[in-house]
């Protein structure tokens, strides 16, 4: 079974860059998709990208085209989410999980992370 663990949140202003880690535990993870998905508060959870296993394709929502970058380093068993020109409304908790497909839907996957916050300041 693999467990995801999330890193690399903080406080910024706007403009600044962050980049997210989702370590992850298992001799399987490079045969599973990962999401990104964050919730602010009082709002419900929201698709940000994903990665298909071999890092061959990756979605992004349009809220963070051209702002976001999802990777992954199989070696390292770690997907990454390096965020450029971050925005106040980008704040939230920010969750990885994986899939055996991947998809927008948080339905579709089965294993979470514990979330990291991000804040943006502006």
């Known amino acids: 079974q693999v467990q995801l663990v999330e890193s690399g949140g903080g406080l910024v202003q706007a403009g600044a860059s962050l980049r997210l880690s989702c370590a992850a535990s298992?001799?399987?993870?490079?045969?599973?998709?990962v999401g990104w998905f964050r919730q602010a508060p009082g709002k419900e959870r929201e698709f940000v990208a994903f990665?298909?296993?071999?890092?061959?394709?990756?979605y992004y929502a349009d809220s963070v085209k051209g702002r976001f970058t999802i990777s992954r380093d199989n070696a390292k068993n770690t997907v990454f989410l390096q965020m450029n020109r971050l925005r106040p409304e980008d704040t939230a908790v920010y969750y990885c999980?994986?899939?055996?497909?991947?998809?927008?839907?948080?339905?579709?996957?089965?294993?979470w992370g514990q979330g990291t916050q991000v804040t943006v300041s502006s």
């Open positions: 999980a994986g899939a055996s497909w991947p998809g927008s839907s948080a339905s579709s996957y089965n294993i």
């Open positions: 298992g001799r399987t993870f490079s045969s599973i998709s």
């Open positions: 990665i298909i296993g071999s890092g061959g394709k990756t």
